[in-house]
T-cell receptor, first 113, second 117 residues
Framework: DSGVTQTPKHLITATGQRVTLRCSPRSGDLSVYWYQQSLDQGLQFLIQYYNGEERAKGNILERFSAQQFPDLHSELNLSSLELGDSALYFC????????????FGPGTRLTVT | AQKVTQAQTEISVVEKEDVTLDCVYETRDTTYYLFWYKQPPSGELVFLIRRNSFDEQNEISGRYSWNFQKSTSSFNFTITASQVVDSAVYFCALSEETQGGSEKLVFGKGTKLTVNP
């Protein structure tokens, strides 16, 4: 158990809908990262927050957004969902902004039908 | 941009065999970090090791060992006396500095290891 929690574990929704994925980092970790894992793209970095502020953006679509709250938990919002958004979404946390190992949550499996 | 190549897509071995998973990386950074993660069938990503670019000493942890060679830009992972529980997808990753002064991980495509009894 990495100490990172993610809810829900599974999510099935229809195209065009909007969903919110939630992540609680390990106690003491200030950085939260979101990754998407799909069969064709592999593991891809989406976005990072550090102590409430956005720090880095990767291949995140405009239909996706995230935020980190004062209690350091983070939410990833996915809207206007398409079939291709079906994937495993991981949240990871680390102590600092750079050069630390990232500990991953169990992931949320999103299926868009 | 940073790149990580894991040329072996799938490896199958028999229990107790030694197996080496290859990882080759590309980076322009002088300081960087390399990682290995394990993804068992249950799906979670388990952190195994982090090495920085200045430390080329090999590392051993139980049946696991890592060989970092800067000259060949490789960071290979060896499992000695493999066990069925080692069956998983293994990912090599490289840190990449972002514009905001932070860091993200760039992952290879992974190597699926199957250890047969």
């Amino acid at each position: 158990d990495s100490g990172v929690t993610q809810t829900p574990k599974h999510l099935i929704t229809a195209t065009g809908q909007r969903v919110t994925l939630r992540c609680s980092p390990r106690s003491g970790d200030l950085s939260v990262y979101w990754y998407q894992q799909s069969l064709d793209q592999g593991l891809q970095f989406l976005i990072q927050y550090y102590n409430g502020e956005e720090r880095a953006k990767g291949n995140i679509l405009e239909r996706f957004s995230a935020q980190q709250f004062p209690d350091l938990h983070s939410e990833l919002n996915l809207s206007s969902l398409e079939l291709g958004d079906s994937a495993l979404y991981f949240c990871a946390s680390s102590v600092g902004r750079v050069s630390y190992e990232q500990y991953f949550g169990p992931g949320t499996r999103l299926t868009v039908t | 941009a940073q790149k990580v190549t894991q040329a072996q897509t799938e490896i199958s071995v028999v229990e107790k065999e030694d197996v080496t998973l290859d990882c080759v990386y590309e980076t322009r950074d002088t300081t960087y970090y390399l990682f290995w993660y394990k993804q068992p069938p249950s799906g979670e990503l388990v952190f195994l090791i982090r090495r920085n670019s200045f430390d080329e000493q090999n590392e051993i942890s139980g049946r696991y060992s890592w060989n970092f060679q800067k000259s060949t830009s490789s960071f290979n992972f060896t499992i000695t006396a493999s066990q069925v529980v080692d069956s998983a997808v293994y990912f090599c990753a490289l840190s990449e500095e972002t514009q905001g002064g932070s860091e993200k991980l760039v992952f290879g495509k992974g190597t699926k290891l199957t250890v047969n009894p």
